[in-house]
């Protein structure tokens, strides 16, 4: 599986983006999709998964209620929506791909990782 992301950029306090994360190949639907992101001089943190079927989300605590994922079989694709966006969200993010969805939350449960997109907060 190869992973995508795009829809990163530079966004004031309170806005919005979505991120968007292609897979190619044709075991999309049998993987679990996540998303992390990492800031600088910080580790890699969880942010949100979305399970194969897409019917189980789960959200890191400090992105509840403001983000949002969600995954479209017939474009090999996942989205990340994000409101309410803060300067604390500054990172780079990465999709990515886990074929057991045994434990979404763990980064080192995924097989396949995308390239990072940069998503930029100001305030």
């Known amino acids: 599986v190869q992973l995508q992301a795009s829809g990163g950029g530079l966004v004031q306090a309170g806005g919005s983006l979505r991120l968007s994360c292609a897979a190619s190949g044709r075991t999309f639907s049998r993987n679990a999709m996540g998303w992390f992101r990492q800031s600088p001089r910080k580790e890699r943190e969880f942010v949100a998964a979305?399970?194969?079927?897409?019917?189980?989300?789960y959200y890191a605590d400090s992105v509840k209620g403001r983000f949002t994922i969600s995954r479209d079989s017939a474009k090999n694709t996942v989205y990340l929506q994000m409101n309410s966006l803060k300067p604390e969200d500054t990172a780079v993010y990465y999709c990515?791909?886990?074929?057991?969805?045994?434990?979404?939350?763990?980064?080192?449960?995924?097989?396949?990782w995308g390239q990072g997109t940069q998503v930029t907060v100001s305030s």
């Open positions: 990515a791909a886990d074929s057991r969805g045994l434990s979404p939350r763990d980064q080192y449960e995924y097989d396949y």
């Open positions: 979305i399970s194969r079927s897409g019917g189980t989300t």
